[in-house]
């Protein structure tokens, strides 16, 4: 699956960003989905994930109540809707297909992130 997310940019705190992510490949529609974030000098870490079959969701509790995670296997794309956000929301966000226990990257390569930047 190659994977190309889009929907970043600069936004102040308390606003609002919809990354998207866009999956080419025949298997996306039965890939369970994640989004993940990398902030500078920090370890990339899982924020949202999506099941293929019953749309089940999971978050972090950094961001839990604030993104929500969804996905249109029509479009071979999955969304992220962050609402406020915070100054630590800062990162460059990357989705994958995962491995649901192990909330990892299955792949062996990372897609093209999305910058996102929030100023306080």
């Known amino acids: 699956v190659q994977l190309q997310a889009s929907g970043g940019g600069l936004v102040q705190a308390g606003g609002s960003l919809r990354l998207s992510c866009l999956a080419s490949?025949?298997?996306?529609?039965?890939?369970?989905m994640g989004w993940f974030r990398q902030a500078p000098g920090k370890e990339r870490e899982i924020v949202a994930a999506?099941?293929?079959?019953?749309?089940?969701?999971a978050y972090a509790d950094a961001v839990k109540g604030r993104f929500t995670i969804s996905r249109d296997n029509a479009k071979n794309t999955v969304y992220l809707q962050m609402n406020s956000l915070k100054p630590e929301d800062t990162a460059v966000y990357y989705c994958a297909p995962i491995n649901w226990d192990r909330r990892s990257n299955q792949n062996a390569y990372w897609g093209q992130g999305t910058l996102v930047t929030v100023s306080s």
């Open positions: 490949g025949r298997t996306f529609s039965t890939s369970n």
């Open positions: 999506i099941t293929w079959r019953t749309y089940t969701t």
